[in-house]
């Protein structure tokens, strides 16, 4: 048996597989912020619990996504981190791209960088862009600066000098030093996290990375001492934001990997189900407790970008966070989860989230002495959650509390009536999600339309048939594990690492050995953190024109040649840019490898829960519809209503850990892999 947690903002989901019969067993508990540990404790105890097994029934690797991350990052929980680089290089990450993300705004606001000026730290020693030395590194000033930064009682380290992509000698011997004058104290060298062009990016990496070393380090500790005391002797691997798995030595040393790792898995987990279904251009909708996140699958696989935001000031402001250069499933995020809370602004008018409720105090509807009113208290006084089979009646709804809270909070706005409070926040918050895929698919160069939502998450299923009738999508799948996919999705993800290097050569100029031996050192870094042979390689180079500032990512053949090279950069360039310029010269700038393990995709099914005799007792309840108002609608248990048996809505499908909403004129058909199929009603099929 294999077992995978998802520490969510709100929950931590977890499933427990057995691999020989392909039976999976389901769970979730409240995340822990005093220690995440905790919940993954509670959760697999739930899991075995269910599946009638003890600790000694896994027998192979535990597979987890954290959001400690991010959320380190953001709420800057991190190291007291100190940054060395070459001198009159100090202030590139304050100094950044120099470009505002708001021309218009004069309070505009920038978010601070990790490490203070007064940590900052620059040091002789020159290499020119081709790696070549015009100055050595001195060995004495390096050394008095580690003296200094033991003083300051410095915890971690990030040493990124110039041109170290093009030779990496400097900082390994600035590394050198620092672990003989520093023992113990974590230093990440960019030459090996992150050996790309563009300073600033690499910089704020590389310290990113420093500042969350010590903490992610302690947090997986803190998950295998859990796994001791329960009995668990294997070993852990961990989901990185690319959708590939990696041993704990590796993400110890480049936790910055993990930054997006639950919602990774929740994309790998939406493509495996469509592949099983035969659809390869989905629209993976994951809406939990504390965001919503959409990713475009296509081809039957998400597509991968090669940078991403953090901490952003404005989170739909592209430009108003931390740049990382580490490579990530693209999606785009959206604040509106369950426990958003909804608010009247200064202007009179609704806003929901983006600040969220979390998992304590949470919606007031938790009992747990939350008092803002969230779109969770929305949807259960809207009837759209059983307040008796919440977490498959494993915890009890106060439909009052819920009420009362839109009521007090924003009720003046709307005649003290939660019924049409309740009403707006839910519409405020899916015309707020339609809106964000209508831009995301938009900006990749795809109608929505085009497409079917696959709807995960323990809300996302709530408003994904409403969402998908504002989109004119015409089909949604809610999942058989819908609630907990991520955790399903860290169950079916290869091992597989990247590596990437800056070697600048022009198609004109080319050098096959040169371009050869790039991918060769590529290929070994990544068995070599593979820690075994691989199972198979893909190959990218990032090109563009001659000129250009900026690239694109190609995908290429190992033993193509510079013909290949120019005809599949005009592919690409044509599908995102609708033109071919007329201008032969192009180059390549970054060569990068994704290697990959030895890896059996497993059978997979949905077995009964811990909490699946506790059915739905209800058979029917009165839930609100826009073009209905309050009406008494059908609720049928999706563990046990009848396959292949249309439903037309208004109805209402329950799980254990979600439930699915149909709206009035929808028709949904459960399938015998036990996945709801919802067909939404156009206009003049609606009731």
């Not at 609630?483 to 860290?490: C, P």
């Not at 005809?567 to 032969?584: M, Q, S």
């Not at 949904?668 to 206009?683: C, H």
Request: aromatic share 6%; net charge negative; charged share 20%.
């Amino acid at each position: 048996m294999r077992v995978s947690f998802d520490i969510g903002g709100t929950f931590t989901d977890l499933v427990l597989l057995d691999e020989t019969s392909g039976n999976a067993w389901l769970g979730k508990s409240l995340t822990t912020y005093d220690d995440f540990s905790r919940a993954i404790e509670t959760g697999i105890r739930q899991v075995l619990g269910a599946a009638g097994a003890d600790e000694q029934s896994i027998t192979d690797s535990v597979v987890g996504a954290t959001t400690l991350i991010t959320n380190a990052l953001i709420e800057r929980r991190g190291a007291k981190t100190a940054l060395i680089t070459t001198a009159g290089f100090v202030d590139t990450i304050e100094i950044g791209r120099e470009w505002r993300y708001d021309l218009y705004d004069p309070r505009l606001q920038l978010p601070d960088p990790l490490v203070a000026a007064t940590a900052r730290y620059g040091v002789r020693g020159r290499l020119m862009a081709d790696g070549s030395e015009v100055e050595p590194i001195d060995a004495a000033e390096i050394e008095a600066i580690a003296d200094r930064l033991r003083e300051d009682g410095v915890e971690a380290v990030a040493v990124c000098l110039l041109h170290s992509y093009a030779s990496p000698v400097h900082e390994e011997r600035v590394g050198e030093i620092l672990a003989e004058r520093l023992p113990g104290v974590p230093v990440t060298l960019s030459s090996r996290l992150v050996p790309v062009i563009r300073e600033y990016e690499r910089t704020v990496t590389t310290v990113a990375n420093s500042y969350v070393r010590p903490v992610a380090g302690e947090h997986f500790e803190d998950i295998e001492r859990a796994l001791g005391s329960l009995g668990v002797d294997q070993s852990l691997v961990m989901m990185q934001s690319n959708g590939g798995v990696i041993r704990v030595p590796t993400a110890r040393t480049f936790p910055l990997r993990l930054l997006e790792s639950g919602p990774a898995a929740g994309a790998i987990g939406a493509a495996h189900v469509g592949a099983s279904l035969g659809m390869d251009r989905l629209i993976a909708f994951d809406m939990g407790g504390t965001t919503a996140k959409v990713c475009i699958i296509e081809g039957g696989t998400p597509a991968v970008k090669n940078s991403f935001e953090v901490g952003r000031v404005h989170r739909l402001k592209p430009g108003s966070g931390l740049p990382v250069t580490m490579p990530v499933v693209e999606m785009i995020e959206i604040g509106a989860g369950g426990g958003s809370i909804a608010s009247i602004d200064s202007l009179g008018l609704l806003q929901v989230g983006p600040h969220s409720a979390g998992s304590r105090p949470g919606p007031a509807g938790y009992g747990l002495g939350g008092e803002e009113p969230t779109v969770t208290d929305a949807d259960i006084a809207l009837g759209y959650l059983d307040p008796d089979y919440f977490l498959g009646g494993t915890m009890s709804l106060d439909v009052d509390a819920s009420k009362a809270a839109l009521a007090s909070r924003i009720g003046d706005a709307f005649d003290g009536d939660p019924i049409a409070s309740a009403a707006a926040v839910v519409r405020v918050v899916n015309e707020h999600m339609a809106l964000a895929i209508q831009v995301h698919a938009t900006e990749q160069g795809h109608d929505p339309r085009d497409f079917a939502m696959m709807a995960f998450g323990g809300a996302a299923p709530v408003h994904a048939a409403r969402v998908a009738r504002i989109l004119g999508v015409r089909e949604v799948v809610i999942p058989a594990a819908a609630g907990v996919l991520s955790a399903t999705g860290l169950l079916v993800a290869p091992p597989m690492v990247e590596a990437s290097r800056t070697r600048i050569v022009r198609l004109d100029a080319w050098d096959e050995a040169s371009v050869s031996d790039t991918f060769a050192q590529l290929e070994a870094q990544a068995e070599e953190e593979l820690a075994a042979p691989a199972d198979r390689f893909e190959h990218f180079v990032d090109m563009r024109y001659v000129g250009q500032g900026f690239d694109i990512e190609v995908p290429v053949g190992r033993e193509d040649g510079p013909a290949e090279y120019a005809e599949k950069f005009a592919v690409e360039y044509r599908r995102i840019y609708g033109v071919t310029p007329d201008y032969p010269r192009a180059e390549v700038v970054t060569f990068r490898v994704r290697g990959y393990g030895a890896f059996e995709t497993p059978r997979m099914s949905r077995t009964d829960t811990g909490v699946a005799d506790r059915v739905p007792t209800a058979t029917s309840r009165a839930a609100w519809f826009p073009e209905t108002g309050v009406v008494e609608v059908p609720v049928l248990d999706m563990l046990r209503a009848g396959v292949d048996e249309p439903v037309t809505g208004p109805a209402v499908f329950q799980l254990p850990e979600s439930t699915a909403v149909v709206g009035p004129g929808d028709v949904a058909t459960l399938d015998a892999q036990g996945n709801l199929r919802i067909v939404i009603a156009t206009e003049g099929e609606q009731a």
